[in-house]
């Protein structure tokens, strides 16, 4: 049995007619750059994520981008954010010439530790930047609670979490911003890159309108300098049909996630402490991703890839590891969850139509190499 990380092909097979008509309904209008299916597009995601306001933009990476760029953070100032998550984060924050400090994670959640952020705050801090790693939200009570106290913006890097819950509250909808990318491997993927910021403030909403068409309003005139961060009427277009699947696709995850728990429990592989099962301590997890903890973590890679199950680590080197971040000054030891997790963690096929056999055949082989 050949097992891959994610089966986009099977997604298009159930969803190819749909598909199918509404990129040809883009090339009859011959409406390629924002517009109304860009419109369309926004409204639904708003709604989704129970926000006022919704700005389509290039990528998830571009949604962070902008959302700094609004508040003028730069040269100066600090970010505080998770060293635990994809480069963009950092990336973003170090673009825009501020300083990423790095707060440590929670090990349970893999989510940035709200206890600790407050030590992290000096007065050069003008955000958070949370992310709801692997589709669960991060502790935002604390967070926002903590912003409030120290007048901070919050930004929640929301790319792997779309219709993630936290309290009853989707993902996005509590802080100042909630970024979202259209990536092919996240839960909502379009035809190739795009991304999302939502707010409930509307003059925030139409300062990135503007940033994300080089800062022109009215055309032409510039008040600020903004770039070219606008989504394409093709990826709209997509979304918007993959959009009507989503609650679908996520109880597909959530059953898989909750049937690969059960496997491992009955393999006597949880009792014996040789593998840790994700912890959901949120609403409504969307299972981006199912990562588990495991001893001799790379050899068992080996052990998977040698039966064709394909796995991944989400992610090998935290942020304040990476060269590109020696400047900042960081050593090995100062975010010692985060560089446990980098170390013990392995993200297995989760994705929605990984059938039961499937699940049993991965815990099957894991069981084999750790027995
Ligand atoms: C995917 C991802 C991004 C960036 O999204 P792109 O659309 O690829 O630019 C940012 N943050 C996290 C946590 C992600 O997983």
Redesign the pocket.
């Known amino acids: 049995m050949k097992i891959p990380m994610l089966d986009l092909k099977a997604q298009y097979r159930g969803i190819k007619s749909e598909i199918d008509s509404a990129v040809i309904e883009v090339f009859e209008s011959q409406y390629f750059i924002l517009g109304p299916k860009v419109k369309e597009c926004e409204a639904a995601i708003a709604e989704h994520s129970n926000c006022s306001h919704a700005v389509g933009v290039s990528?998830?990476?571009?949604a962070?981008l902008i959302a700094l760029m609004a508040e003028e953070i730069g040269p100066g100032d600090e970010v505080i954010t998770t060293p635990y998550?994809?480069f963009?984060?950092g990336g973003s924050i170090a673009r825009m010439g501020a300083r990423p400090v790095f707060v440590d994670i929670d090990p349970r959640t893999y989510n940035i530790d709200p206890a600790l952020i407050e030590a992290a705050v000096t007065p050069k801090t003008k955000a958070i930047i949370p992310?709801d790693?692997y589709g669960q939200s991060a502790d935002m009570d604390p967070i926002m609670e903590i912003a409030r106290r120290h007048n901070l913006i919050v930004i929640e890097?929301a790319?792997?979490a779309l219709g993630a819950e936290y309290k009853g509250r989707r993902a996005g909808s509590i802080p100042h911003y909630g970024c979202f990318?259209?990536?092919p491997s996240?839960n909502l993927g379009g035809a190739g890159?795009g991304?999302m910021v939502v707010t409930n403030d509307e003059q925030r909403a139409e300062k990135l309108v503007a940033l994300r068409a080089h800062g022109s309003k009215p055309k032409y005139y510039h008040k600020v300098v903004g770039g070219n961060f606008r989504l394409d009427a093709l990826q709209a277009a997509v979304i918007i049909v993959k959009l009507s699947h989503l609650d679908g696709w996520t109880a597909g995850r959530q059953a898989n996630a909750a049937r690969y728990n059960e496997l491992f429990r009955a393999a006597g592989l949880v009792d014996d402490g040789k593998v840790t099962l994700p912890d959901v301590v949120t609403d409504r997890h969307v299972f981006n991703q199912y990562v588990i903890r495991v001893p001799m973590r790379d050899e068992l890679i080996e052990a998977l890839k040698a039966n064709d199950v394909a796995c991944q680590i989400y992610y090998p080197v935290p942020l304040h590891l990476q060269e590109c971040f020696a400047d900042l000054g960081y050593k090995e030891g100062d975010m010692p969850e985060s560089e446990k997790a980098a170390r013990e963690t392995i993200a297995l096929p989760i994705y929605p139509e990984l059938s039961d056999e499937q699940a049993k055949y991965v815990v099957d082989c894991i069981g084999e190499f750790l027995m």
Not at 59 to 62: L, M, W
Request: hydrophobic share 35%.
């Open positions: 990528s998830g990476t571009d962070l998550t994809f963009s984060t992310v790693l890097d790319a792997q990318s259209f990536f996240k890159d991304g």
